[in-house]
């Protein structure tokens, strides 16, 4: 009998906490089944676990997430576009006692969380109304939190005015913003399948150790530095570790932008600044940068499989060890680098114009580099002594590869032979 009485108890509680679907329409009826006009009101009657399904119209709303839910755009009538676009931004801060003060902008904001699924939407942060770097500005923001980006297309995190702030790091308006505030984690992310564009300094931030992350077939593009402020695709910082792979990233070239002006207003596809042990760059592709992957601080990195072409001002692959004083123990590895130009005396002066450059006394140390492909560009590879570099292959370049630590002051003049 008490058994029976268990069973029928577990039963019941099983069926308690079954997650609910909750549909969201306009009142025009695209849906018909939808119990909610606003998604705003169906999280405000969500429970833990529910999925939102959120039927095609623009919705003028700015969203903040604190419990596991999953927001999905589907499709009706043969319309599958859900815009979730809010007409005018507002602060909004993480409400943990332990976040200190950061206010922020965001279309969807998640804080404090975990499980928390976004998918299928086109998402819309050009209503915004940040200027400067003091309040953050993203398209979507986790906060101390965990979950999913998928399939999204994400794109409006432009500031007002641009050139209102300009620091490089972290500079302002992401695609897709991952940090932690007073926590420490762990806390992971996937972010995979989305279009991410018209955003001002990075498609995708990782800042933080604590994150995981996983960013993956994303096609990010911008428009490079003749917005006059630095761009950069997928961005990992300070201790966040990251699996960044099979996305296609395409940013802009210095035009008629002089290469030493373009320099301090570049653009770049990947970066590691500072990431954390392990992280990981493969199979991307990246066009039209001035540098591909910049590696400026890590440990136990693979830069693996990536094709990069069309690169001005600097290079396929920059590596430096400034942002945490060393990039050691990494491997780079089979990378085809096409195209990084002019060969001209720029690359002598500015030490760069190469497939893959190490920067000497940056604390680079104990790297393998092997088996990369470069073609066409003023060196295969500049290494440092400390590296090892093995069998490549460098063909229509001047110089196939040369020790750095030897020029700490200019490359050898470029002369044709």
Excluded: W
Excluded at 41 to 66: F, M, R, V, W
């Amino acid at each position: 009998m008490f058994k029976n009485l268990f069973l029928l108890i577990a039963a019941s509680s099983c069926v308690s906490l079954q997650a609910a679907t909750l549909i969201v329409g306009p009142s025009q009826g695209v849906c018909a089944n939808a119990a909610y006009s606003s998604i705003t009101a169906a999280l405000a009657a969500a429970k833990s676990g529910d999925e939102i399904d959120i039927c095609p119209a623009l919705y003028s709303e700015q969203l903040t997430i604190t419990q596991p839910v999953t927001l999905k755009g589907i499709g009706a009538n043969g319309n599958n576009r859900v815009l979730i676009q809010p007409a005018a931004m507002t602060n909004v801060q993480n409400p943990s006692p332990n976040a200190p003060y950061t206010p922020s902008q965001a279309v969807i904001s998640v804080f404090n969380t975990s499980d928390v699924v976004i998918e299928d939407l086109a998402i819309d942060a050009s209503m915004n109304t940040v200027s400067g770097c003091a309040v953050t500005l993203a398209a979507i923001h986790f906060s101390n939190a965990s979950g999913r980006v998928a399939n999204n297309a994400i794109s409006g995190a432009q500031l007002s005015n641009p050139l209102s702030c300009t620091t490089l790091f972290p500079g302002n308006g992401f695609g897709v913003q991952v940090d932690t505030t007073g926590q420490t984690g762990p806390f992971t992310v996937s972010i995979s399948g989305n279009t991410i564009h018209d955003f001002n300094r990075n498609g995708v931030l990782l800042n933080g150790a604590g994150i995981t992350a996983v960013v993956s077939r994303n096609v990010i593009s911008g428009v490079g530095p003749s917005t006059g402020y630095s761009q950069f695709g997928v961005f990992v910082a300070l201790g966040a570790v990251a699996r960044v792979t099979g996305n296609i990233v395409s940013q802009g070239n210095c035009g008629a932008i002089d290469v030493n002006d373009c320099i301090k207003v570049r653009s770049e596809g990947v970066v590691f600044r500072a990431a954390g042990d392990g992280s990981v760059a493969d199979s991307n592709t990246i066009t039209d940068v001035q540098s591909g992957i910049f590696l400026n601080g890590a440990n136990k990195a693979q830069i693996t499989n990536n094709v990069i072409m069309n690169v001005d001002a600097l290079d396929g692959i920059d590596v430096q060890g400034t942002a945490s004083g060393y990039f050691t123990n990494s491997v780079i590895s089979g990378n085809t680098i096409s195209h990084v130009f002019p060969i001209s005396s720029i690359d002598s002066v500015n030490e760069s114009g190469c497939g893959i450059n190490e920067y000497s006394g940056t604390g680079v140390a104990q790297n393998v580099i092997l088996n990369n492909t470069v073609n066409d560009a003023y060196c295969g590879v500049a290494f440092v002594t400390a590296d090892q570099l093995l069998t490549g292959t460098y063909v229509n370049t001047l110089i196939a590869s040369l020790n750095a630590d030897q020029y700490p002051n200019a490359f050898p003049p470029v002369v044709e032979p």
